[in-house]
């Protein structure tokens, strides 16, 4: 099979620190592979200690000393649409970029750029519609509430659509006057190397905008452990994360949390089962599997369970897996040869734990690359391995449940709580459901299609807090209360004698 090699590839990924491209102080470098055939197809900058203390000083002296932060908001609204202007007219070239690299098809890669700019602009329009509190006593004391950007904040992002993740926290982070950090993920830092032109075309100023590659265990350390980073904003693991909260505890960091999952799709017999099986199987052989809100584990009613099952796995074996820049593709290759270990270790497991019926291992014709065929296993126990455990490619599970409590109980049954999505026709069913299944997120009778006015978060082991609109505006500033008396001031006079 012939890989189609996008054009303008870089010579090396360097560190941006300061508004200069840079190699690392000491020279250290990683490779990265290409997924498809796990040759190294690129050197990067591995960041160290040194090399994140300079990003810090550069984001610290631009916050305490460039114009960033005082800036109105409607001028870093400005910058904030040429962002999204630019990123949007490299759409295709960044979609080529980001498949190449992480193995996602190219279709799906589109959109993740498209999204990564409306990430931008939400932000831009969000921050000049801004307003804060103010409380009124009258005649006595008039209170306002004076919303400050944080200081230099620290941004670690995973390998899945790493582009648009990393938008998601720089939009944010940028809008509210904060200056950044970014150590993107090291399995896939191509598409992040594009954010230095972007920012710089669309008058960033110089020190706002940092970015270290590296190794999560080197440069996010470092990042997580900085003293004068206040502010970590992390997409990862949930084990990475309990990691992180430990070594940002003793600088009383804030911190946002988004984590893994392993999210339940629940299908009732009354819900509209052709719709419930395309959502379903889009759901999880999406994005190769390498989603954080995959619909992994299926669960259906006993009465529909054998023709769900027979239809679904019907429609698995049909997925076309292919060469990632193929269009017809629609799961493509795993992101590194380490996560396909893990992915297949798993299809192992799951040899034994429930009944194969699709997939079980790479799929025909694909000797080299990280390719595992869509796998489904049916009459998976709620114990099983690959019932609690976040697997993160294309392999899914499917449970039968008898009654809406049995439904109930099985959906809340794992350490996880991102999303959960309900298929039935019944209107009181679907909404005392979301009412008590533990997930940050449902989706009712759809599919994972979010705005970004909502709340993004999980519960349980999936995260702390919620970003999304405001919310992410909350996480990324300080809302400093002001109190003013209106009239005299009253206080008891200590020490005044009689
Ligand atoms: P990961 O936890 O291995 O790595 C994420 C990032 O953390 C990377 O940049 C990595 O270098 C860095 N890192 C690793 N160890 C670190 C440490 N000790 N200190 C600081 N940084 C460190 O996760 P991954 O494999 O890249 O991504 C997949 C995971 O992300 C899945 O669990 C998935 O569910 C989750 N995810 C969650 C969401 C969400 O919004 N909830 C979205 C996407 C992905």
């Not at 592979?33 to 200690?49: F, S």
């Amino acid at each position: 099979m012939t890989q189609h090699t996008p054009a303008g590839l870089p010579e090396k990924i360097q560190h941006f620190i300061d508004g200069a491209l840079v190699d690392s102080i000491g020279g250290e470098t990683f490779d990265v592979l290409n997924p498809v055939t796990n040759e190294t197809y690129i050197q990067a900058a591995a960041g160290q200690h040194a090399d994140i203390d300079a990003a810090v000083a550069a984001a610290k002296r631009a916050f305490d000393e460039g114009p960033w932060p005082k800036m109105l908001p409607r001028e870093r609204s400005r910058v904030l649409h040429r962002i999204a202007d630019i990123v949007e007219s490299r759409d295709a070239q960044l979609a080529e970029l980001e498949s190449f690299d992480s193995g996602l098809p190219i279709t799906q890669a589109k959109g993740q750029a498209r999204r990564a700019a409306e990430n931008f602009r939400f932000f831009a329009d969000l921050i000049v519609a801004q307003h804060d509190d103010a409380f009124q006593v009258p005649g006595r004391q008039m209170n306002y509430v004076n919303r400050k950007p944080i200081g230099v904040a620290g941004l670690i992002t995973p390998w899945n659509t790493p582009f648009m993740l990393e938008s998601w926290k720089l939009g944010p982070a940028l809008a509210t006057g904060n200056t950044v950090v970014l150590k993107p993920a090291e399995f896939t830092p191509l598409s992040a190397s594009l954010w230095a032109e972007i920012f710089r075309a669309a008058g960033v100023p110089d020190g706002v905008f940092n970015l270290v590659n590296g190794l999560g265990e080197a440069a996010g350390d470092a990042l997580v452990k900085h003293p004068d980073v206040p502010l970590i904003s992390f997409t990862g693991e949930s084990s990475t994360g309990q990691l992180i909260f430990a070594n940002a505890a003793p600088h009383l960091k804030g911190l946002s949390m988004e984590l893994g999952g392993k999210s339940p799709a629940v299908v009732f017999a009354d819900a509209d089962l052709d719709s419930a099986i395309d959502a379903t199987v889009f759901g999880v052989f999406s994005l190769n599997g390498e989603r954080c809100t995959a619909g992994s584990r299926i669960l259906v009613q006993r009465d529909i369970y054998d023709e769900f099952v027979e239809r679904y796995a019907e429609r698995a074996k049909n997925v076309v897996v292919g060469e990632p820049s193929d269009p017809a593709t629609e799961v493509g290759a795993l992101v590194h040869p380490e996560h396909y270990d893990k992915v297949m270790s798993y299809v192992e497991i799951g040899k034994q734990e429930g009944r194969l019926v699709a997939g079980g291992g790479r799929p025909e014709g694909f000797e080299r690359g990280n390719y595992v065929a869509p796998t489904v296993f049916a009459d998976v126990s709620p114990d099983a391995r690959i019932f609690q455990e976040e697997i993160f490619g294309p392999v899914v599970a499917i449970t039968p449940f008898d009654t809406d409590e049995d439904a109930l109980a099985l959906a809340n049954h794992t350490k996880y709580g991102l999303a959960a999505y309900i298929w039935t026709s019944d209107l009181k069913r679907a909404h005392n459901f979301s009412q008590s299944v533990e997930a940050g997120m449902v989706w009712l009778n759809s599919n994972n299609v979010r705005d970004l006015r909502t709340p993004f978060g999980g519960v349980k082991a999936s995260g702390l807090g919620h970003e999304g609109g405001y919310r992410s505006i909350d996480f990324y500033t300080d809302q400093q209360a002001v109190h003013i008396t209106l009239n005299e001031a009253h206080s008891p006079k200590f020490g005044a004698g009689k």
